[in-house]
């Protein structure tokens, strides 16, 4: 079965960028749509940007406004999520997973990974 790898959390002050990648461990995921989600202590599992399998088309979370990037680099079996000015507020872990669907939420992915933790300091 996928199994999605995610990978690129850590700690970093507010304004900074960073790059979480999400490769896959067995089967390919290249031909299939992927998203991003993230959770906070306490608070529900929280959609934050989808791709399609080819990378043609891409939507994101509203709080997102222009600061994140999704992409996808089949050939490597990889999906990527650029972050920039990050704030305090964006401290969650961060999950990648699969989805047949086109959809932002959860209950339609059905391969996650284990996710990467990301927080930002102010």
């Known amino acids: 079965q996928v199994q999605p790898v995610e990978s690129g959390g850590g700690l970093v002050q507010a304004g900074d960028s960073l790059r979480l990648t999400c490769g896959a461990s067995g089967r390919t995921f290249s031909t299939y749509n992927m998203g991003w989600f993230r959770q906070a202590p306490g608070k529900e599992r929280e959609f934050v940007a989808y791709i399609s399998w080819s990378g043609d088309y891409s939507y994101y979370a509203d709080f997102v406004k222009g600061r994140f990037t999704i992409s996808r680099d089949n050939a490597k079996d990889t999906v990527y999520l650029y972050m920039s000015s990050l704030e305090p507020e964006d401290t969650a872990v961060y999950y990648c997973?699969?989805?047949?669907?086109?959809?932002?939420?959860?209950?339609?992915?059905?391969?996650w990974g284990q996710g990467t933790q990301v927080t930002v300091s102010s």
């Open positions: 997973a699969r989805t047949r669907t086109t959809s932002r939420f959860p209950s339609q992915y059905d391969y």
